[in-house]
Every structure is written in structure tokens, then in C-alpha cells.
Nanobody, 115 residues
Framework: QVQLVESGGGLVQAGGSLRLSCAPS????????TEWYRQAPGKQRELVAL???????TVVDAVKGRFAISTDTVKNTWFLQMNSLKAEDAAVYYC?????????WGRGAQVTVSS
């Protein structure tokens, strides 16, 4: 059974940075699409960034210029670098990996931004 494990969340002051990581445990699968989502209290889960099968990255407007998604294909790990964090970025961040056989989610990493 494959599980995705996020790491790197925590408490940071506004204006600070964090880097989230996501890696699969269990059977190693090749993900052709990797994504980051976030969910703030009382809000729906929303897409933050993704890398598609061609390696093209997409970052939503709310975090453009501050967040970046990247991947280490050798380690089968992907990252979300978050800079200039704002109070509204506080949420639980989830990674998602897509394979031809299915979709896998991580359990989430809490990001708290203090003002």
C-alpha cells in the first residue's frame, strides 16, 4: 500500500519561508503528475501548484511569485517552497500524486503563520 508522507510544515512568522516535502512510502510508484493543495479552516481544499507529465509547472495566482513547486525524480520526491508567507497562507497542505493506476494523497502538513 502506497502512502504519501508530507514533511516540513510548522509555525513561521509572516514574511518567512517554509519548504514542504512529499515522498511515497511502501511500493515505489512513478507519478506522472504531482500536486499540492491546501485547506484552511471552514474553506474548501484548493489547488496550489502542480507539475504535469511534461514537467510543466503551474502555480495559482494567489501564491504566484512566492511559492514554487519542484521535484527530485531520482528520489521520487516533490517540494513546495513557500516564501513571503502571509496569514492567509495558513492551512493544512496536502500533496497528491497521480499514476496511471490511481491517485494518492498525503495526510497533510499544518502550516501556521503568525503575524
Amino acid at each position: 500500500q502506497v502512502q504519501l508522507v508530507e514533511s516540513g510544515g510548522g509555525l513561521v512568522q509572516a514574511g518567512g519561508s517554509l519548504r514542504l516535502s512529499c515522498a511515497p512510502s511502501g511500493n515505489v510508484l512513478k507519478f506522472y503528475r504531482t500536486e499540492w493543495y491546501r485547506q484552511a479552516p471552514g474553506k474548501q481544499r484548493e489547488l496550489v501548484a502542480l507539475i504535469d507529465h511534461a514537467g510543466t509547472t503551474t502555480v495559482v495566482d494567489a501564491v504566484k511569485g512566492r511559492f514554487a513547486i519542484s521535484t527530485d525524480t531520482v528520489k521520487n520526491t516533490w517540494f513546495l517552497q513557500m516564501n513571503s508567507l502571509k496569514a492567509e497562507d495558513a492551512a493544512v497542505y496536502y500533496c497528491k500524486g497521480v499514476t496511471p493506476g490511481g491517485v494518492y494523497w498525503g495526510r497533510g502538513a499544518q502550516v501556521t503563520v503568525s503575524s
